[in-house]
Structure formats: C-alpha cells, structure tokens
C-alpha cells in the first residue's frame, strides 16, 4: 500500500453475514493494517455492499449486476 502513497484506502468488502467466519476475517485484517499505517496519513474505509432480498450473501458485483453502477457507487462511498 506504501508504494502507492494513497490518501485512502477502501476495502470493498463481501457481505456474507453478520457473524460469518470471513467477516471476522476481514474485520481483522483491516485492523491490523490500520495499524501497521497508522502513522502514514492514510484514511481508511471498510465497506460492505447491502444486503439482496432472496441472497444469503452479497459481494459488489452481486450489487453491478442486479443494481447497476449507480448502486456500487453510492455504497462504497457510505462509511461503516
């Protein structure tokens, strides 16, 4: 991530629940590289796209095919 000096960082997340084993994964991941950036003035987001009646779990291209670009757009600019 240094090597692109970014003023931010998004990790587009996959939603596949609340209490699934790859949620916690990724929630730790992500705090362990805020961490390790901490002093480097980057902002960080976590986002995950909403869920889909009739799907048990949602990624950002589930949210590009069923909603279109407008939705992807608005959703990774939303703060979780």
Known sequence: VRSFHPSEV???ADN???HSETRKTTEKAFNE???QLQN???GFRLVYPQSIAGMSKV???DILIQQGR???QQG???VR
């Open 76 to 78: 990774l600019s939303a």
């Open 10 to 12: 998004i990790l587009a």
């Open 59 to 61: 990624d950002w291209n």
């Open 40 to 42: 480097e003035s980057i």
């Open 16 to 18: 596949d629940g609340l």
């Open 70 to 72: 407008d939705a992807v």
């Open 33 to 35: 590289l805020k961490v």
